[in-house]
């Protein structure tokens, strides 16, 4: 099993849609949790942390259930400048720079 | 405010020479680190450093070696190419471990 795992998608929506992307990850040491968008042959890009008691930046809401090792991310109406491919980020123990783990990224097309 | 610059963009290398990414970062960030990414693959890490003089190993390192000899500048060098290294290469930096990470803009490398 992976230690971050991610539906690869693609996930086609229409503009004005709700959509939501789980992560699951396999080790409950993990400590800290991010969404990153990455636009198509770019870096990767900060979206959100995900805190314990869950967060909303605008459209954006991130949730972590550690009981079940899964964080989400919901998107309200999608515009279409969100499509890009979405990083799932786990970081399995604190301090542990070198233990972020990335997940291969779920991919969102918004169509107009 | 630059942040993260890396260098080159695209590169084209023959197997068996060597060469140097640069990366420069200019917020003072005592983390650094370069991740390679492929295809169906999350990022993976290379080499990372904790500060000027200190760098340790990530999950594939074999045939990169680093340096850091300034809080700035954390080049990566291919010792001697492979056509496996072909990759889409990132330089990172945060302020410290499992913190918001900071991406240079890659760099594609080709080794034919």
């Known amino acids: 099993r992976k230690e971050v795992e991610q539906d690869p998608g693609p996930f086609n929506v229409p503009e004005g849609a709700t959509v939501a992307f789980n992560c699951t990850y396999s080790n409950s040491a993990s400590q800290s949790f991010f969404w990153y968008r990455q636009d198509c042959r770019k870096e990767p890009k900060l979206l959100m942390s995900v805190y314990s008691s869950g967060n909303e930046d605008g459209r954006f809401t991130a949730q972590l259930n550690r009981a079940s090792q899964y964080i989400s991310l919901l998107i309200r109406d999608s515009k279409l400048s969100d499509s890009a491919t979405y990083l799932c980020v786990v970081g399995r123990s604190p301090g542990g720079y070198q233990k972020v783990t990335f997940g291969t990224g779920t991919k969102l097309q918004v169509i107009p | 405010n630059a942040g993260v610059t890396q260098t080159p963009k695209f590169q084209v290398l023959k197997t068996g020479q060597s060469m140097t990414l640069q990366c420069a970062q200019d917020m003072n960030h005592e983390y650094m680190s370069w991740y390679r990414q492929d295809p169906g693959m999350g990022l993976r890490l290379i080499h990372y450093s904790v500060g000027a003089g200190i760098t340790d190993q990530g999950e594939v390192p074999n045939g990169y070696n680093v340096s850091r000899s300034t809080t700035e500048d954390f080049p990566l060098r291919l010792l001697s190419a492979a056509p496996s290294q072909t990759s889409v290469y990132f330089c990172?930096?945060?302020?410290?471990?499992?913190?918001?990470?900071?991406f240079g803009s890659g760099t594609q490398l080709s080794v034919l």
């Open positions: 990172a930096s945060s302020e410290g471990p499992n913190e918001k990470l900071f």
